[in-house]
């Protein structure tokens, strides 16, 4: 048997098994590597060329960034800083949810890392103040999308790394596609807040307010310190990752005194598990990339999108098809590394910019998150609020309305994406 087909079947059967992502890449790999003329030497060359990068740097500094402010009290300030604003309306928690998964999308850089956090907190603080569990579940996790499209962002800094686009300028360009999610999920919410009847808080007081606004203004300032030293070119998006986790610590440590000297190895080591884990996944999906590359798997995929049509739209719909069903099935990262090879040469060949097919294509990926039957960020919030997938999706079909309605302003307006670019050296 064809070699490259042997190595398919070995990993659609071990997707179907539910063999985590990075071992199924392995195997298959090594599968075909076996079955084929290829050295197998070319196995550790290809999986250190992956991570050879200096770009790679932001991954395990975001992440730790992450890590040092959830542990340091920030995610719980920037949840009391946006009840001063919207805590006074109907269905205060679910515009909390909102606006808080805005703020700490400029932190966290994934959007487990927003279901994690935020979800732990506010799904429990929702059930208990008398929404429906599906309800508050289902906006927790599709405002969790957000995450990896306002920068920081660790799937971009692996397209980045993957295809030579500027990190910097993806991040930038994920600026406005995130705030449009954020201020259309409000549509949906209101209309359902209003029609459940749901609870609002009495409002601050002035003094309360400003006591909590200063109390909050460390973990507020963060995302506008990160975006503007991008933007200006103060610092490039690794040193913008490394300015970041500095700034955590000092906070966390010093200023809010919830991290404590004997809390910050056991955080390094739970970031050096977590972090492991990507790399590794990003080594192995590497290789995977290559055979694809070797038996010019993206060049057929191209020629066989373009025979259907070489129409701007036309090939810009079959891509969000192709994204979208690979994000329903595959790990996001992983998806990122293959995919991006395949499709980026037919972006560029009816004249897409590059940073709105990176922005469309994580998005469609990051849709699959909160999409069965993987779903991750889905389940990862059903699990916290304890309720079934089934019962969430019902709840969830607003919020699919407005996500895929920002996918398509993203696809079809290239403005929306490069222009904040432009600003950027």
Known sequence: MNPIILMFIAFLVLLFLKVPIAYALGISSLIYVLTSDV???????????GINSFTMVCIPSFML??????????TKRIVEFCNVFVGHIRG????INILASVMFAGISGTALADVASLGSMLIPAMKDEGYDDDFSVSITASTSVIGPIIPP???????GTMTGISISKMFVGGIIPGLLMGIFFVIPTYIICKKKNYPK????SKSKKIKVIKNAIWAVIMPIILIGGILSGIFTATEASIVTVIYALIVGLFVYKDIKFKDVPIIFKNTIYSASS???LVAIANLFAWILTVERIPQQIADGILNI??????????????????????????AIII?????????????????????????NLMIGLVTPPVGLCLTTASQIGKVSVAKVLRANIAYYIVLFGVLITVSFIPQITTLLPEFVN
């Open 39 to 49: 050295s197998i030497a070319i196995i550790p060359e290809k999986m250190f060329y």
């Open 65 to 74: 960034a992450g890590n040092l402010m959830n542990s340091g009290g920030i």
């Open 92 to 95: 205060s928690l679910a515009y």
């Open 153 to 159: 962002s660790v799937p971009m800094v692996i397209a």
């Open 201 to 204: 808080n009495e409002r601050y």
């Open 278 to 280: 990507v790399i590794i």
């Open 309 to 334: 049509s070489t129409n701007y739209f036309i090939v810009i719909i079959i891509m969000n098809i192709i994204l979208l069903f690979t994000g329903m099935f595959m790990e996001s990262i992983a």
């Open 339 to 363: 995919m991006f090879p395949v499709l980026l040469p037919v972006a560029l060949s009816v004249g897409m910019n590059p940073i709105q097919f990176s922005i469309m294509a994580i998005l």
